[in-house]
């Protein structure tokens, strides 16, 4: 007596214990491998069981090797269970296999072998020698022997892009072709195009990658070391270039013609400094590269100022020079507008930071005035020395003796 599942039992019934259909199980291996065939069934009474190719040849009845190929071993046979396993296994062992139970008729069950071609590493073609700008040039990646067709993706480096996509098949497996087509400009440049070929037989996809090289014309810009040039100090322009190849050499010119003073204008690769500036070096610096591509230019117009007073009243047009004419004295303060901003002057912002904290000091001052009324000292008066009788507040900084000592410092006070 045998208790079985309902479901179980319902098979039984319908096939009856002589009418039991062998069991088998549909394989997919990936070309080069080996494939185990399996053929079983529940109750025998040493019936023979036997695997048969798609050609209808059989292959193993039984124990007993019928077709001579050495890639079809027998793995097990039982009089419930007949194993073959065929290795090195190519797209042509692909179809449907049959086992076979010889009993009275003989009942058969077929077992699809799906063999998958493994896609060869991609190619990428079209692209070899650098480019120019705004060519327009068609990448193409393809992979054979693929089955079922792989997948092509391309990627700009990270960044995923669509390209077309063609399958041929030859024999069994396919060729994949994908191309990309587009127009390069500079920012393509160094830019990674990858081929990326996914498919069933591969864990990881297979990558390949080509990157871009572009050639375009000069761009150039003149960066400054300081905001508001002061005279004496020390100057810096770099003639800061893109292009490829790297556009060379930085040629520099002042107004249109050689720089004049060659002691204290030095050139340095990208770089011109000055190393103490003058009133007589305005003008108009001009740097100049090229490279096979065409020639580009930048400029910079160079404005002298005499120190940090007259600059910052030049450029914020406020007088921030008062007087206390209770006390005859006068006093300037400004802050140094080269350490508010290295990029770019805005002379509106510094204009307004200067004046407010003109205001502040003026009414600071009125209170310390107060305070150094009582301790006048030698180092006011010093200071101060010859500006007391000057007509306005620019005279008397000018008139001041020291007044360069303390042009380094963030903050001049001249009382
Ligand atoms: C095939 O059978 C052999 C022998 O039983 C076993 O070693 C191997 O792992 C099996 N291969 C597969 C793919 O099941
Ligand atoms: C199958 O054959 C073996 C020996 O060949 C025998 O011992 C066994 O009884 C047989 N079984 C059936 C169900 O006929
Ligand atoms: C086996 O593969 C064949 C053909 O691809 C399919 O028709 C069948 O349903 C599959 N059988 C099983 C049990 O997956
Ligand atoms: C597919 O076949 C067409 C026509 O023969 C051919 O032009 C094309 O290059 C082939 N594509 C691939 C990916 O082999
Ligand atoms: C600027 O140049 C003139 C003429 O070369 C020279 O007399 C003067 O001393 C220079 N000024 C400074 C601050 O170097
Ligand atoms: C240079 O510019 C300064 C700033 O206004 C001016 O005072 C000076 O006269 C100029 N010098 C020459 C030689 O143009």
């Known amino acids: 007596l045998i208790w079985m599942s309902s479901a179980h039992c319902d098979e039984r019934l ?3 214990s002589q009418g039991q259909f062998p ?18 069934v529940d109750y025998n009474d040493n019936t023979s069981l036997q695997w048969s190719n798609p050609a209808q040849q059989t292959l193993f009845f039984g124990n007993k090797k019928a077709l001579r190929d050495h890639r079809i071993e027998l793995v097990l046979a039982s009089s419930q269970e007949l194993v073959i ?7 042509s062992d692909e179809g ?21 071609g493994v896609p060869g590493r991609p190619e990428i073609t079209g692209f070899t020698k650098p480019a120019m700008e705004g060519d327009v040039i068609a990448l193409t990646c393809t992979t054979p022997g693929s089955k079922p067709a792989a997948n092509i993706r391309w990627f700009r480096n990270d960044q995923e892009v669509q390209g077309t996509k063609e399958a041929n ?20 440049d160094g830019v990674a195009y990858t081929c990326s070929v996914e498919h069933v037989s591969l864990p990881n996809p ?9 050639h375009y014309a000069p761009h150039l810009e003149i960066t400054h070391s300081l905001i508001i040039p002061q005279e004496g100090h020390y100057f810096k322009l770099e003639c800061v270039s893109i292009g490829n190849p790297i556009p060379e050499p930085v040629l520099w010119s002042k107004d249109g013609g050689e720089l004049p003073d060659i002691e204290r204008m030095i050139v340095e690769g990208r770089e011109l400094t000055i190393t103490t500036l003058n009133k007589t070096d305005n003008g108009t610096y001009r740097c100049e590269a090229s490279n096979h591509l065409g020639t580009s230019s930048a400029e910079y117009i160079l404005f002298v100022y005499g120190g940090y007073c007259n600059a910052a009243k030049h450029l914020a047009g406020v007088s921030f020079v008062s007087t206390f004419p209770s006390m005859s004295l006068c006093l300037c303060l400004c802050t140094d507008p080269n350490a508010l ?18 205001f502040i000091t003026l009414c600071l001052i009125i209170v310390l005035g107060r305070y150094l009324a009582r301790h006048k000292g030698t180092y006011l008066t010093h200071e101060a020395k010859g500006a007391e009788d000057a007509p306005d507040a620019d005279t008397a900084i000018i008139n001041a003796e020291g007044n360069h000592v303390h042009a380094e410092e963030k903050k001049e006070y001249f009382i």
């Open 96 to 116: 449907q296999y049959t086992c076979s139970l010889f009993t009275m008729p003989v009942k058969t069950t077929k077992a699809f072998l799906t063999v998958l």
């Open 23 to 40: 069991i088998t199980q549909n394989v997919t291996v990936v070309e080069g491998g080996t494939a185990n065939m399996t053929c079983r």
């Open 14 to 16: 319908f096939q009856g």
């Open 169 to 188: 098949a030859t024999g069994k497996s396919f060729a994949v072709r994908s191309s990309l087509q587009f127009q390069v400009d500079r920012r393509d």
């Open 206 to 214: 297979y990558m390949t990658t080509e990157v871009l090289e572009v």
């Open 85 to 91: 396993k065929i290795s090195d296994v190519s797209l």
């Open 341 to 358: 901003d290295q990029h770019g002057p805005d002379h509106a912002l510094i204009g307004g930071v200067v004046a407010v904290v003109v």
